[in-house]
């Protein structure tokens, strides 16, 4: 199989990863922050250390890591737990329905509103976008790093700059883009990040976290055991309590943790640079296939996560993946739960057919791709 | 290490839950509902069979059964989900936190009222206790099957069979139950069903469900991407879509599904039994050391899971559970998450020890725990 999906999750995973995670099943699934036996307190320390690691890799405190079972999880608690009523807020017009759908709960239960701020390839155009929509009850602003269908960066700097001036909090969701696209939370003033584990991150499915700075406060939407303050009937106010209720994934967690020394065994940017290489390969192909669209230009450092959009003759993008996987190609068609972003790019009626390479994915995995996709 | 927190989570787990798990790891870990592709299928194929196991288990149709991080997160699904603004809730005496605080944090904003029914280990005294709570506007009850603190049972039929008569929702949160206490839904007239799948099931730590009627509705309270109706900005109504946003643990899931092979190939009975037949010998073995305090009876079939708790000489619990673990005898001390049921219990100044044995503690473990507690 020729894996061109790693935007849903990526494969194969570091070895590493999967060492690691069958190391943390056999020895440390144990309750960490519970038990005061040697397997637990062991368990406790390996899972702060891979809140030092995310803390280091995006800059907050390693205990302002809260593990989560996806980046959606995380999303839910950053918005929900940062509003209140009568809050307006403004997203992006590429987000994905983990932030979309989110914002219209909000709505819907009357607690909220929002606008939607234009994505423009002129970056002071966008952060003019998003400035423009601010009133006097906004209170959030919540963007994508990168779009998960087009690939499209956002100028994260800029908005977080733009936001702090109007001291309005910052969620970024770097579900596409942490682990490829460097991002240093003080830099971008973002408050809280959002990121899934089994990405870039190359961590298990079933990981997620949100990261948050020392002043943002959010109330719960999840509340239960901590193992701490067991008396309190709240939630305790300190993290990452605050945000970890129950039973943590253990093995998840030391997984992420793992593919996270891989990354830094690789350097991101080399990481970066090869999935570029790579997308220029596949989009230079494309662009010599009469029988495709593309819908944005060549990804770009720093102006794109390495994902590419596009459609085939006139057949729906599913009927594409479907002959694509036919040939032992595995891509992702549809809407990639990104309705907004194919409003915007007009493709709402067909979906695209998305390609996501990984580190793992080599030149010849494209002239294959590309080959088979010019005799269908 | 004599391990006695089964309580906290199963260890070890069965030799199959391992091979799954890294059988999942290596070809499972695609995304599921999303992707066309081969491996995509077959994993959503896998994921499908985990839900006809616990469905079959608890009798629940296979795609009312939503997967979550833990039974924390499914019990604020299940409970938020439930109530609207005015409603009353009930809830026994002995909940966790993941109950407790789940109805404080509703309390807190205004959503919902609630008052605690006390357990009394005359069966039908409990029903009453709960039943003269009921007020016109109460449209929840919420009880766990058995205590995680003391393994004394609920009279989940019963209390089943009154919240029907009153049109009431019945929620069971099995955290201590699930795969060693037979529960059906049906015969228990249970609407919601939560569990953790890392306990008594034997799946991986990062795992729970909660498995719902037919005729029950949920709101959301976590939102996002499903891979179905993309363009609708709401989750969709249909299960388990509606409830299972972002990207799943797939391992975790398909290691519950092990664990719950390895139930069936055991028979549950047996398990149950094995684990009565291990406190027993460990009840009885503490009624005769004069150091030891024990708070509820022996534990008998269908009347407690196999849990117990005491404390010893006239130390906090916390210094018994360090003088063991020095001892390499694994167990958990404090209050356990339960502050409501050391409240019931008198001993929320001191908590307890808690002692949960699994399939795999042997009488020998029980002597050789018994005798290193004789000689502290």
Redesign the interface.
């Known amino acids: 199989?020729i894996?061109l999906?790693n935007g849903?999750?990526s494969?194969p995973?570091p070895p590493n990863v999967?060492s690691s995670?069958?190391n943390a099943?056999?020895n440390y699934?144990?309750?960490s922050g519970?038990?005061?036996?040697?397997?637990?307190v062991q368990t406790a320390e390996r899972i702060y250390s891979v809140r030092e690691k995310v803390g280091n890799m995006f800059h907050f405190e390693p205990q302002n890591v809260a593990f989560?079972?996806?980046?959606?999880?995380a999303?839910?608690m950053a918005i929900?737990g940062s509003v209140k009523k009568g809050d307006h807020i403004i997203i992006s017009s590429l987000e994905?329905?983990?932030v979309?759908?989110?914002v219209?709960?909000l709505r819907?239960t009357g607690t909220a509103s929002f606008d939607i701020a234009d994505f423009s390839f002129n970056e002071e155009e966008t952060v003019r976008n998003f400035e423009r929509l601010i009133k006097p009850n906004t209170s959030l602003i919540v963007c994508m790093a990168a779009s998960n269908v087009f690939g499209v960066a956002f100028p994260i700097k800029r908005l977080g700059e733009m936001a702090k001036k109007h001291g309005i909090r910052f969620i970024v969701d770097a579900a596409q883009a942490a682990g490829i696209i460097p991002i240093d939370s003080e830099e971008c003033n973002i408050d809280i990040l959002c990121a899934?584990g089994?990405k870039c991150l190359f961590g298990?499915?079933?990981?997620?976290f949100l990261a948050v700075k020392n002043d943002v406060y959010l109330d719960?939407?999840?509340?239960?055991?901590?193992?701490s303050e067991?008396?309190n009937?709240?939630?305790p106010d300190f993290l990452p309590d605050r945000l970890e209720?129950?039973?943590?994934?253990?093995?998840?967690i030391l997984s992420l943790g793992a593919g996270i020394d891989f990354i830094h065994s690789k350097g991101i940017d080399n990481i970066y640079n090869h999935e570029l290489k790579i997308t220029d390969y596949l989009y230079n192909g494309l662009s010599q296939n009469g029988n495709v669209v593309l819908y944005c230009p060549k990804p770009e450092k720093y102006k794109s996560a390495p994902i590419i959009s596009f459609n085939f003759k006139d057949y729906s993008s599913?009927k594409t993946?479907?002959l694509?996987?036919e040939r032992n190609?595995?891509?992702?068609?549809?809407?990639?739960?990104?309705?907004l972003a194919h409003n915007f790019f007009k493709t709402?009626d067909r979906g695209t057919v998305r390609l996501c390479p990984s580190v793992f994915t080599g030149v010849k995995d494209c002239e294959i791709f590309l080959n088979r996709l010019k005799k269908m």
């Open positions: 199989m894996y999906d849903a999750t494969y995973k999967l995670s069958v099943l056999k699934s144990f309750n519970r038990g005061g036996y040697s397997a637990s989560t079972l996806n980046c959606t999880m999303l839910n929900k994905h329905n983990a979309w759908r989110v219209n709960h819907n899934p089994h298990n499915m079933g990981t997620g719960t939407i999840i509340d239960g055991g901590t193992g067991s008396v009937p709240n939630q209720a129950g039973t943590l994934n253990n093995s998840g599913e993946a479907a694509l996987a190609i595995a891509v992702r068609s549809g809407l990639h739960c990104a309705p709402i």
